[in-house]
C-alpha cells in the first residue's frame, strides 16, 4: 500500500502574515478573526494555546467563497 502525501498548508500567526501577502494587513485580520462565528471566518482560524493562526489555504479558500459578497 503506498502512502499519499497530504497536501500541507502553511499556518501564519497575524503578526507574520504580511511578511508573506500584502493583503490583507494584521488589524484587518483581526477584525476578521474577531466576527468569525458570523462571518464564517473561523473556518480559517487555528488557535493554539493563545496564539491565533491563520490557515494559509483556507483564507484563500474563504476568499474565493465569499468574494460574491462584497459590494
Known sequence: ???????TSRLIPIPKWNEYHDWPPPGGLRHLVFYGKTNGFDAVVKRVGRRVLIDEQ?????VEKNQGGAK
Do not use: V
Request: hydrophobic share 50%.
Open 1 to 7: 500500500m503506498s502512502q499519499e502525501k497530504l497536501p
Open 58 to 62: 483556507a483564507f484563500f479558500e474563504w
